[in-house]
C-alpha cells in the first residue's frame, strides 16, 4: 500500500507558540531532537532584533545571523503540552516529517503514514486541529522526502558543492593537508580566486547549518558525562600548584596555577605521583588513566609524546615523523600546545630540532618547562644543555641520520623559536 502525507494546523500551548503570537512577523522552525526542541528563527531583521532582546533568558540561544538569510536559532525543552502531543505522535502509527512550523500561535506539520490512511491518527478535525491537505506518496517521492530530513542540510550551488567535493578528494581537509586551494583549483581548471570563492561560501554555509546541531550534541555530551572532580596541590619547586581534574578515575585535565583553586581537595593518589615526580624527577607517569577530549590527530601526536622516557626529550620534527606525517611538525607543536594533561602526558619533553628548548603553554612559560627537564636529568641546570648520558643512537627505521634528527634529542642552545618556525608547545 502507498504511503500517505497529510499536512495538520494544530494549536499546541507552548513557550514556542507563546513567542509566535508575540511576534507574527517571525516563522518558526521546530524539529525534535533528543530530549530538546531546536528552533530556527527566520524573518525581517527588525523583527529578529526584537524577538532575541525579548527572548526569556531560559532559552539557549545557539546562533545569531543577519546575513544574507537571517536567522536565530534556540533550544529548550519540551513543556508538558508539547510532550503529550509528541505521545500522540508515537500512538498514531506514523512520524513528522521536520521542521514543523509554528506562526502566530499556530503549528502546522507534515505527517507520514507508511502504510496508508488509518484509523490510528489521534487528530481530528475540529476547534484545534484542521487537516490542510492529503496525498499518496510515489516510491521516488517517499525516498524524496526521507532524504530531506536530516537537519541542518547545507544549502550549496552546484559550483560550491562541486568545489567542495574535489577539495575533500584532493585532502584539503585533512591533517595536515595534501592539498592547497591552488591544487584544487588546477585539478577543477578554474582559476585559484574563484575555487577559494566558492570554497568558502560552502564552508560558511555548512558551518552556519552545523553549529546549532553541534552545540546541541555538546550540551547532550556534557549531561551524560561523569562530573569533574578537582585535586590541588602546592610544588614548592616550581612555585605553582598543581590542580588535577578526574572524570571517574580519569585524569581530565592537568594545569598549573599561581593560587589555590578555592573548590579543590587536597588529595588523591595521582596527585600525589605528579608532585613527586616535579620533584625528584623521577616516577613513570606512563600508567595513569587519561581522558583526552582531542581531535584523533591530536590524539596520535599526545600517545606519541607519552613514549618518551623521562630525562630524554624528543623534536617535533621527530614526533610529525614518528606518527606518519613528517612535514606536520608545526601540527605537532600545536597538539601539544593544547595538551590537557600537562607532565601526565610530558609535552615539555617536545623540543626544537635546532636547538634550545622551546616555549611552553603552561604557567611559567619556558622557565616552568626548564626546570621539569632539569629535574628529569634532560639538561644541565647550570648550562642550560643536554647532559651526557641523553644522547643515545639513532634508530636506523627513522631512516634519518644523527646529523640531521636523532631520536633523543640533546637540548642546546639554539636561534630563537621565531627564527626557528618552531610553534608553541
Known sequence: MESSLEEWEVVVPSDTTALSRDHPDVMFDVRPLGFRWMVRCSGPVASLDRFTKASDPSLSV??????????????????????????????????????MTVRDGTTRFRFLIPHGPTSKIVWREGSHARL?????????????????????????????????????????????????????????????????????AAESSIVTRAAPLIELSSEEELMTQQPTEHFAGFSAELHLYVDLALRGEQVANVRFLRSAPSDARRDHPHLRRILQHIRTGRGDLSDIPVDLQVSPFERRVLEEVRRIPQGETRSYSDIARRIGHPRASRAVGNACAHNPAIVVIPCHRVVPFRGGIGNYSATGGSDTKRQLLAREGAIDTELGR????????????????????????????????????EVRS
Not at 149 to 167: H, I
Open 62 to 99: 545557539l546562533w545569531v545571523d543577519r546575513e544574507p538569510d537571517p536567522f536565530v536559532a534556540y533550544t529548550y525543552p519540551p513543556c508538558p503540552s508539547e510532550v503529550a502531543f509528541l505521545r500522540k505522535v508515537a500512538s498514531s502509527g506514523g512520524f513528522i516529517l521536520p521542521p
Open 132 to 200: 490542510v491537505s492529503r496525498r499518496r506518496l510515489t516510491p521516488p517521492r517517499l525516498r524524496e522526502e526521507v532524504e530531506r530530513l536530516a537537519p541542518g542540510r547545507p544549502e550549496l550551488t552546484p559550483q560550491q558543492s562541486r568545489v567542495l567535493l574535489e577539495a575533500v578528494r584532493a585532502g584539503y581537509y585533512r591533517v595536515p593537508r595534501r592539498a592547497t586551494v591552488r591544487d584544487v583549483a588546477r585539478r577543477l581548471s578554474i582559476g585559484r580566486s574563484t575555487a577559494e570563492e566558492h570554497l568558502r
Open 386 to 421: 643536554s647532559t651526557a648520558q641523553n644522547a643515545v643512537p639513532v634508530d636506523p627505521s627513522d631512516g634519518a641520520s644523527a646529523r640531521s634528527d636523532p631520536v633523543s634529542r640533546r637540548v642546546r642552545k639554539g636561534p630563537t623559536l621565531k627564527s626557528q618556525g
